[in-house]
């Protein structure tokens, strides 16, 4: 069974890290089921595991945190859903590659409730949607932003971190880091997208389109 956790209001993000941890450190010894859980974090700035120091454009601006995952600078504030996903990765295959792509899909699939196209893109991490209307890149590709980013940390085979998924959150917050080291390519949310979409809206398609990646929750 997976139990599915909403905290209203904004969770300080050192209380989301223990509360992962020991949560993890349950299912790994069978003691607590697997479980989503959905929160929003006051304005603030997380490194993982490749975060590098020039990507920190402005550390002042707000609180920066090891968040001890993959991947690099990220940014967490008001209007985005983050999806810590707390799952038994081993009893599920033992397959980290496979388990990554299912997060993937569940964003994209989740995306497609709105009918937004998701796309994922070699060398890029996270979910990416084109924007046709925009100038074409210098190499006369299409435009694409940001909307979705994942990162995950294992413990004993259990995962914790996840993903968040932009709804309407303040984008001009970004700038102070170079988003996941990504340079040449912008952020965007639902809204900007010119979405009506809440964030009640996001989570009922998250739990929707759960199963059809990782199987039943009960």
Known sequence: MVDWITSKGLTPYPDALRIMENRANAIAVGTENEAIWLVEHP???TSGTSAKAADLIDPNRFPVYDARRGGEYTYHGPGQRVAYVMLDVGKRGHDVRKFVKQLEGWV??????????????????GVWVPRPEKPLMPDGTVAEDKIAALGIRLRKWVSFHGLSIN????????????PCGITDHGVTSLVDLGLPVTMDDVDVALQRTFADQFGQTS
């Not at 196209?117 to 890029?124: L, V």
């Not at 709804?167 to 170079?178: A, K, M, T, Y």
């Open 108 to 125: 994209i699939a989740a995306l497609a409730e709105f009918n937004v196209q998701g796309e994922i893109r070699d060398g890029r991490v």
């Open 43 to 45: 304005p603030l700035y």
């Open 167 to 178: 709804v309407e959150p303040d984008l001009e917050h970004f700038s102070g880091i170079v």
